[in-house]
């Protein structure tokens, strides 16, 4: 999604974003939120999703560094 998990996003954007097909981003959303793990608010005919909490979001953060690290050679860090 963005670098930011505190970002707001639609199927839409997040498609877009992450390069992957809309309906394959879609089915992963409603995942998430059937295991209460985004929250979701709807305006309009636009669905918006965001991460539930901050100790998910701070997960999220770190998961999104280690694999900055890795794309980018650098060592881990323990």
Not at 9 to 20: H, K, Q, V
Not at 48 to 77: I, K, N
């Amino acid at each position: 999604m963005d670098r930011s998990p505190r970002t707001r996003r639609n199927t839409f954007s997040a498609a877009d974003r992450c390069d992957a097909s809309r309906t394959a981003v879609s089915q992963h959303l409603a995942k998430l939120r059937l295991a209460g793990l985004v929250e979701t608010w709807r305006d309009g005919r636009h669905v918006y999703y965001s991460l539930r909490d901050g100790h998910l979001r701070r997960l999220v953060t770190e998961a999104l560094s280690h694999a900055d690290r890795r794309v980018s050679g650098q060592a881990p860090h323990d």
